[in-house]
T-cell receptor, first 115, second 116 residues
C-alpha cells in the first residue's frame, strides 16, 4: 500500500500562510490524495482532495507535484482555529468496497498557530 | 449541514460488560464506519457498513460486532469489554462512492470509553 510521510509538527503565526507538506513517493496512478484535519476534542473533518491537478476550496488549496510524489496543503491565512492535526491520506480504487471508501489515517502533522 | 451524532461523549464500563455505542446520521448516507483512535496508533477502522444489514470487517474487528437495522443508525457492540478496548471511538458516514460527489467522510464527535 502506498504510504504518506508528514512532519510530526509544524508551527506558524496567525494571519500568515501555512504550507503543510506530504510525501507519497510510491503513489500509483489512480491514488487520490485526501486531507483531513482533527481539531482538539473533535472528530476529523474533511479538508480537500485531488488526483492530479491543483484544487481550491473555501478551506484550503491543494498543490500536487507534477510527478505526484508529493503534495502540499496550503492554508492561505491561518487563524487560531486552524490549530489541529492534519492528515494526508492516499486512497486507491481497491480500497472501495461495495461503494464505501476505506481510508487509512497515519499520525499526521500537529499544526500550532501562534497569536 | 451533515450531522453525525454519537450517543455518549464519555462512558465508563466494567470488564466483562456488554457495551453498545450508537451512531446516528441525518443525511441519508449509505455508508457508515466505526474507528478507534489511540495515541501513537492513529485512527484504525473497526467495521463499516454499506447498506442496511450489510457489514464488512475493517482492520481491527476482533472483539467487536456491529449492527445496522436502519439506514441512519450504526451500532458498535463490545460483547465483553476488556481494558484494552479503552479508547476513543469515532463514527463516520459517507455517500456511496460513484454518486458523483466527493469521498468525504463526516465524523461524529467521538465517545471516550474507559473500561475498568
Amino acid at each position: 500500500d502506498a504510504k504518506t510521510t508528514q512532519p510530526n509538527s509544524m508551527e506558524s503565526n496567525e494571519e500568515e500562510p501555512v504550507h503543510l507538506p506530504c510525501n507519497h513517493s510510491t503513489i500509483s496512478g489512480t491514488d487520490y490524495i485526501h486531507w483531513y484535519r482533527q481539531l482538539p476534542s473533535q472528530g476529523p473533518e474533511y479538508v480537500i482532495h485531488g488526483l492530479t491537478s491543483n484544487v481550491n476550496n473555501r478551506m484550503a488549496s491543494l498543490a500536487i507535484a507534477e510527478d505526484r510524489k508529493s503534495s502540499t496543503l496550503i492554508l492561505h491565512r491561518a487563524t487560531l482555529r486552524d490549530a489541529a492535526v492534519y492528515y494526508c491520506i492516499l486512497s486507491h480504487r481497491k480500497d472501495i468496497i461495495q461503494g464505501a471508501q476505506k481510508l487509512v489515517f497515519g499520525q499526521g502533522t500537529r499544526l500550532t498557530i501562534n497569536p | 449541514d451533515v450531522k453525525v451524532t454519537q450517543s455518549s461523549r464519555y462512558l465508563v464500563k466494567r470488564t466483562g460488560e456488554k457495551v453498545f455505542l450508537e451512531c446516528v446520521q441525518d443525511m441519508d448516507h449509505e455508508n457508515m464506519f466505526w474507528y478507534r483512535q489511540d495515541p501513537g496508533l492513529g485512527l484504525r477502522l473497526i467495521y463499516f457498513s454499506y447498506d442496511v444489514k450489510m457489514k464488512e470487517k475493517g482492520d481491527i474487528p476482533e472483539g467487536y460486532s456491529v449492527s445496522r437495522e436502519k439506514k441512519e443508525r450504526f451500532s458498535l457492540i463490545l460483547e465483553s469489554a476488556s481494558t484494552n478496548q479503552t479508547s476513543m471511538y469515532l463514527c463516520a458516514s459517507s455517500l456511496f462512492y460513484g454518486a458523483g460527489t466527493s469521498y468525504e467522510q463526516y465524523f461524529g464527535p467521538g465517545t471516550r470509553l474507559t473500561v475498568t
